[in-house]
Nanobody, 124 residues
């Protein structure tokens, strides 16, 4: 059974930084691609960033230059460093895993496993 556990969310002022972590447990071949998505109240879940096992990374245009995704394969952990946070970044952030050896995808349906989410709130 695959489980994903996020941590690192919280309340931060605009312009501040947070680092999210996601630890994956279970079959390691389920974690080829790891992604971060977010969902604000009343909105659909949207892609933030994704990274493959060999460190090919993709970002949503809204976070390029501010967020950085990285992973430590030995620890089955993926990180999301978020800098220059804006109030519009406020959302629940979810970690996701895709076991297929392919270029990381940006759609929620491409991921098989999901964490419970961690809340990020950015005050103005």
């Amino acid at each position: 059974q695959v489980q994903l556990a996020e941590s690192g969310g919280g309340l931060v002022q605009a312009g501040g930084s947070l680092r999210l972590s996601c630890v994956a447990s279970g079959r390691s071949n389920s974690f080829y691609n790891m992604g971060w998505f977010r969902q604000a109240p009343g909105k659909e879940r949207e892609f933030v960033a994704a990274i493959s096992r060999n460190n090919i990374a993709y970002y949503a245009d809204s976070v390029k230059g501010r967020f950085t995704i990285s992973r430590d394969n030995a620890k089955n952990t993926v990180y999301l460093q978020m800098n220059s946070l804006k109030p519009e970044d406020t959302a629940a952030y979810y970690c996701a895993a895709d076991g297929r050896p392919r270029v990381p995808r940006v759609t929620t349906t491409s991921y098989d496993y999901w964490g419970q989410g961690t809340q990020v709130t950015v005050s103005s």
